[in-house]
């Protein structure tokens, strides 16, 4: 019953529209006899032939109209196409009348200028109609009613976004003005809509204007540009939105339910990385990858883009079954012709190790398993030294055994003058990463950079926990820093890194410039809804131990180089001495299975000898970003190797 009062519904609108048509087709034709002669009255011998011609027109025109599909189209979303539509069936109907009244008639008292008058007013009659009826429901004739938005940008993004707005009137949104930081588009218009200044004067037109919503359409903004643009929205007190990244737009198209919150991403935002991805392919397609800790947030991530490069063979190794679980579904489902190979497995097992090894014969291995939360370490430097250091002695020496080609070990900012025994025991993994790569066919390559974006255990899914609960939010201290990336940009620039080494390289990521831990939390208040210090509190709870103020990417000895990447830098290593190395090594092992915990923070310290851990007392709260190193050799250093 339901679909029969639709198709009825159907029919009579477009019966309607015909009428509609064919009543314009006298109106054309009668008031091109009025034109012809300068709209006074029409001499009575040619009324007379206009009438007695009229059924004839009426006939062919309408015949033409329905071939011509006029009415396939809908009046509400009328378009170019449907222009086009007319203007065929228009000069279609008034070659063919014409001929029929030339064969009747011989054109008597048809005056040629006809020929002209008539196509043009019937074109205009019909398209207008159309324009009309449709810009009326663009501009929603009763415009107080629905959400008043304040565009912002008004560019292809702001331009398609508008016209979006105007198409659907179901979801209530009224554009009612742009604002644009290019003065040059100041006073014009886009779709009616007015642009009246730049983006300083958003809280000035959102009071003067009553705008209920914001919209933020530029899509290529940086993140200085965002957050100058969230406190001027925040300002105003009316909620705002953003339309997505520029890569996402590639559709051509912004729609209203595209339409999103402002994340923190966007506010860190960075300029795109420009990977030579051609390179890329051709140094991992059809190869076997592993990747260990491949449940973790940068191994998780590695894995999917890995996934995307075809390889022969995709291999994991994680050893929280629940992660493994839940990468493998994820990778099965949306690379189901992928090879894949998913292992349970501690890296601080090499027999383990070993068997995953012989197994699969990797050709490139991503060594991201790691512990890394150096509050939680600080007090277990057992458990730091096994997985860290002997579990990235376990990986590397089996990749060395099995000639792998490439080994990627995944390293941090903390490694670099480490004020804790988790940045400790992973400048250890470097150097014995760098030193092996001199011994062996295997190319070890480390790649160094800081803080992820929504990895596990960061500061910013913490905070948003915290402001969902009502607060506080809790940052340790006024004046702390970070650098941040994305996940995904930290893989890639992982594996562009993989293809510029030649074995035994730091290399460091470009992490742009260090955010403020304070600012970062109030802009995430603010993205919200809620108002810092009134509405969610913040509370400085103090350095934790092992915790820096700032932190570094590269030692002020290692001398950082450019590389064929903008983004990426070469830090200089060290040699050591690679027995007492191996020793050492062997010690620290000893000493973590008899829970000597003294001697292998002494070892630890030897290794390191530029770390700024007190091995009596602990980690030291730091507020400097450099120590030189004539002050920290308080303890036996490695012997350069001659």
């Given at each position: 019953?339901?679909?029969?009062?639709?198709?009825?519904?159907?029919?009579?609108?477009?019966?309607?529209?015909?009428?509609?048509?064919?009543?314009?087709?006298?109106?054309?034709?009668?008031?091109?006899?009025?034109?012809?002669?300068?709209?006074?009255?029409?001499?009575?011998?040619?009324?007379?032939?206009?009438?007695?011609?009229?059924?004839?027109?009426?006939?062919?025109?309408?015949?033409?109209?329905?071939?011509?599909?006029?009415?396939?189209?809908?009046?509400?979303?009328?378009?170019?196409?449907?222009?086009?539509?007319?203007?065929?069936?228009?000069?279609?109907?008034?070659?063919?009348?014409?001929?029929?009244?030339?064969?009747?008639?011989?054109?008597?008292?048809?005056?040629?200028?006809?020929?002209?008058?008539?196509?043009?007013?019937?074109?205009?009659?019909?398209?207008?109609?159309?324009?009309?009826?449709?810009?009326?429901?663009?501009?929603?004739?009763?415009?107080?009613?629905?959400?008043?938005?304040?565009?912002?940008?008004?560019?292809?993004?702001?331009?398609?976004?508008?016209?979006?707005?105007?198409?659907?009137?179901?979801?209530?949104?009224?554009?009612?003005?742009?604002?644009?930081?290019?003065?040059?588009?100041?006073?014009?218009?886009?779709?009616?809509?007015?642009?009246?200044?730049?983006?300083?004067?958003?809280?000035?037109?959102?009071?003067?204007?009553?705008?209920?919503?914001?919209?933020?359409?530029?899509?290529?903004?940086?993140?200085?540009?965002?957050?100058?643009?969230?406190?001027?929205?925040?300002?105003?007190?009316?909620?705002?939105?953003?339309?997505?990244?520029?890569?996402?737009?590639?559709?051509?198209?912004?729609?209203?339910?595209?339409?999103?919150?402002?994340?923190?991403?966007?506010?860190?935002?960075?300029?795109?990385?420009?990977?030579?991805?051609?390179?890329?392919?051709?140094?991992?397609?059809?190869?076997?990858?592993?990747?260990?800790?491949?449940?973790?947030?940068?191994?998780?991530?590695?894995?999917?883009?890995?996934?995307?490069?075809?390889?022969?063979?995709?291999?994991?190794?994680?050893?929280?079954?629940?992660?493994?679980?839940?990468?493998?579904?994820?990778?099965?489902?949306?690379?189901?012709?992928?090879?894949?190979?998913?292992?349970?497995?501690?890296?601080?097992?090499?027999?383990?190790?070993?068997?995953?090894?012989?197994?699969?014969?990797?050709?490139?291995?991503?060594?991201?398993?790691?512990?890394?939360?150096?509050?939680?370490?600080?007090?277990?430097?057992?458990?730091?030294?096994?997985?860290?250091?002997?579990?990235?002695?376990?990986?590397?020496?089996?990749?060395?055994?099995?000639?792998?080609?490439?080994?990627?070990?995944?390293?941090?900012?903390?490694?670099?003058?480490?004020?804790?025994?988790?940045?400790?025991?992973?400048?250890?993994?470097?150097?014995?990463?760098?030193?092996?790569?001199?011994?062996?066919?295997?190319?070890?390559?480390?790649?160094?950079?800081?803080?992820?974006?929504?990895?596990?255990?960061?500061?910013?899914?913490?905070?948003?926990?915290?402001?969902?609960?009502?607060?506080?939010?809790?940052?340790?201290?006024?004046?702390?820093?970070?650098?941040?990336?994305?996940?995904?940009?930290?893989?890639?620039?992982?594996?562009?890194?993989?293809?510029?080494?030649?074995?035994?390289?730091?290399?460091?990521?470009?992490?742009?410039?260090?955010?403020?831990?304070?600012?970062?939390?109030?802009?995430?208040?603010?993205?919200?809804?809620?108002?810092?210090?009134?509405?969610?509190?913040?509370?400085?709870?103090?350095l934790r131990p092992g915790e820096k103020l700032y932190e570094e990417l590269f030692h002020e000895l290692e001398h950082l180089d450019r590389t064929s990447h903008r983004k990426i830098f070469l830090a200089k290593h060290r040699q050591v001495v690679w027995e007492e190395l191996s020793q050492d090594l062997d010690r620290m092992k000893g000493f973590c299975e008899d829970g000597e915990t003294k001697f292998l923070k002494e070892v630890l310290k030897a290794l390191v000898p530029e770390n700024c851990i007190d091995v009596e007392n602990g980690p030291t709260e730091l507020s400097s970003p450099h120590f030189p190193d004539t002050e920290m050799q308080t303890h036996r250093p490695i012997k350069a190797?001659?």
């Open positions: 019953m339901h679909r029969a009062l639709q198709l009825f519904s159907g029919l009579k609108r477009s019966l309607l529209i015909f009428v509609h048509d064919l009543s314009m087709i006298p109106v054309a034709w009668l008031g091109s006899y009025w034109f012809r002669f300068n709209l006074a009255q029409i001499p009575e011998h040619y009324w007379t032939q206009s009438l007695r011609t009229l059924p004839w027109v009426i006939l062919v025109q309408a015949i033409s109209f329905y071939l011509f599909g006029l009415y396939k189209g809908v009046w509400r979303f009328a378009s170019i196409p449907d222009l086009i539509r007319i203007m065929k069936a228009v000069a279609t109907g008034t070659a063919v009348a014409i001929a029929v009244l030339f064969l009747v008639y011989r054109l008597e008292l048809i005056p040629r200028s006809m020929i002209v008058l008539y196509p043009m007013l019937l074109l205009l009659l019909l398209s207008g109609s159309r324009l009309l009826y449709r810009w009326s429901k663009d501009r929603r004739l009763t415009i107080d009613s629905g959400t008043r938005v304040l565009i912002v940008g008004s560019g292809k993004a702001g331009e398609m976004l508008a016209r979006d707005l105007l198409r659907t009137q179901a979801d209530g949104y009224q554009p009612t003005a742009f604002v644009d930081d290019k003065a040059r588009r100041h006073g014009q218009e886009v779709h009616g809509i007015p642009i009246l200044g730049g983006c300083e004067k958003i809280p000035e037109i959102v009071r003067s204007m009553d705008i209920d919503l914001i919209m933020l359409a530029i899509p290529s903004a940086t993140g200085a540009e965002m957050r100058r643009l969230v406190e001027l929205c925040d300002e105003s007190g009316v909620p705002f939105q953003t339309v997505p990244p520029l890569s996402a737009l590639l559709t051509g198209k912004v729609a209203i339910n595209e339409l999103r919150d402002v994340s923190i991403e966007d506010i860190l935002g960075r300029d795109p990385v420009a990977l030579d991805w051609e390179e890329i392919r051709r140094n991992l397609t059809g190869k076997t990858i592993l990747v260990t800790g491949a449940g973790g947030s940068i191994g998780s991530e590695i894995c999917r883009q890995a996934a995307a490069l075809n390889p022969a063979m995709l291999v994991l190794l994680e050893n929280s079954e629940y992660n493994l679980y839940k990468l493998d579904i994820e990778i099965r489902q949306r690379f189901p012709n992928l090879s894949l190979s998913a292992h349970l497995g501690d890296i601080r097992d090499p027999a383990r190790v070993n068997r995953v090894f012989e197994t699969h014969r990797p050709d490139v291995v991503f060594h991201a398993a790691a512990y890394k939360h150096v509050p939680m370490l600080e007090h277990q430097v057992e458990e730091a030294v096994k997985n860290n250091i002997i579990g990235t002695r376990n990986v590397a020496l089996a990749a060395d055994r099995h000639r792998v080609s490439e080994f990627v070990l995944i390293s941090t900012d903390k490694a670099v003058n480490p004020a804790n025994y988790m940045g400790a025991t992973k400048r250890v993994a470097e150097i014995f990463c760098q030193n092996l790569d001199s011994r062996s066919s295997t190319k070890f390559i480390t790649v160094r950079f800081g803080n992820v974006l929504d990895s596990a255990g960061s500061v910013v899914p913490l905070f948003r926990r915290q402001i969902r609960e009502g607060g506080p939010v809790t940052v340790t201290h006024p004046d702390i820093e970070r650098y941040f990336m994305t996940i995904p940009e930290a893989a890639q620039l992982i594996f562009q890194a993989s293809i510029i080494g030649k074995g035994g390289e730091i290399f460091v990521l470009d992490m742009g410039e260090p955010v403020r831990i304070m600012s970062l939390a109030e802009q995430m208040i603010r993205l919200s809804g809620k108002t810092p210090y009134e509405d969610i509190d913040i509370s400085i709870t103090g190797a001659e």
